[in-house]
């Protein structure tokens, strides 16, 4: 079955104290772990495994790596030799070098994001359990998100050079790992130039996205809430707790996601991201969005650009 989801990230923070009071109190992720090197590992309330972010102390915010997980041990094989014979190098780490999961398939994105596959990480559950589960926990803090929903990478995209690492990792995800593009856009002359993606291997309508800028980094790092409401409530706790809002409450045109657009204090951008979406399937056409309106795409009902929201990214 090859990649299943997203697993993990790992994000650089500044202050860890501050980070910890963002992740925890406000987006109301669980502290589950703590390592010798100062590395805080954190799950949504609605994550059966063990850890999904993992922040780490830094002095540049960004992202470390991003990790997905593999249905089957036996994945990881198959798919280091599809990566290697795409002509990507890999290299396989032992159980215990990402903490708590088996063996992991290492490589980078030709975008150069780090990226790990791995097939097993420590099982602890939900507070609901499985047996008669209520729908939610007690003692939920802040937005109290579900679970890490998606990544959206920042890939360098220069037509005048010839460099477009949006398409190159485009092609490498479909024809290397499977996965398949649910939305793209298309600029430049005759729409030809695939400036972004929106690829999915779960059924909803991305799992992760490339972006084109003038260099790569981390766009946003995105956690799930159920409902429209719940983006209204988690926009009043972040307003409570003066978080810096990017974008407050918004549809997105591509995805149809409720959405809003913040910061972690480090300066990395987080989104909360509602509502299915819409259900995709592996035999549905890729939706094309063109540059005239791109901005109706990322921001429905505004149809503008935001400021920062292309040009500030760690
Ligand atoms: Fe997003």
Redesign the pocket.
């Known amino acids: 079955m090859g990649v299943m989801r997203i697993g993990h990230i790992n994000l650089r923070v500044l202050d860890m104290e501050a980070a910890l009071k963002h992740y925890e109190g406000v987006l109301g992720l669980i502290r589950v772990d703590e390592d010798a090197d100062g590395n805080v590992y954190l799950k949504g309330w609605d994550e059966w495994d063990k850890y999904s972010v993992i922040l780490s102390p830094a002095d540049q915010a960004g992202m470390n790596h991003v990790a997905f997980k593999v249905r089957r041990d036996t994945d990881l094989d198959a798919l280091r030799e599809k990566v290697e014979a795409y002509g990507i190098s890999t290299e396989m780490v032992p159980p215990g070098t990402l903490r708590d999961c088996g063996r992991a398939l290492k490589f980078n994105l030709p975008s150069g994001h780090e990226f790990y596959l791995y097939a097993q990480k420590a099982f602890v559950g939900k507070a609901v359990g499985v047996t008669n589960p209520e729908p939610w926990p007690d003692g939920l803090k802040g937005a109290g998100v579900h679970w890490l929903?998606?990544a959206?990478l920042m890939c360098e995209l220069d037509p005048e050079k010839g460099v477009n690492k949006v398409a190159e990792n485009t092609k490498f995800m479909e024809e290397a790992l499977d996965f398949r593009v649910a939305e793209q856009v298309m600029v430049g002359p005759d729409h030809s130039i695939q400036a972004a993606t929106w690829m999915f291997r779960t059924s909803t309508p991305?799992d992760i996205?490339f972006v084109g800028g003038p260099k790569m980094g981390l766009h946003?790092v995105?956690f799930f809430l159920d409902e429209w409401n719940d983006v209204l409530k988690a926009a009043d706790i972040m307003a409570k707790n003066k978080i810096k809002m990017d974008v407050t409450p918004q549809r997105h045109g591509i995805?149809r996601?409720y959405?809003i657009y913040f910061f972690d204090p480090s300066g990395n951008r987080n989104?909360t991201?509602a509502g299915l979406g819409y259900l995709t399937q592996p035999d549905m056409p890729t939706i094309t969005w063109t540059e005239e309106n791109l901005w109706r795409g990322i921001f429905y009902h505004t149809g503008e650009e935001a400021g920062e929201f292309t040009d500030v990214y760690t």
Do not use: V
Request: aromatic share 8%; hydrophobic share 35%; no cysteine.
């Open positions: 929903d998606h959206l991305h996205a946003h995105a995805t996601g959405t989104e991201f």
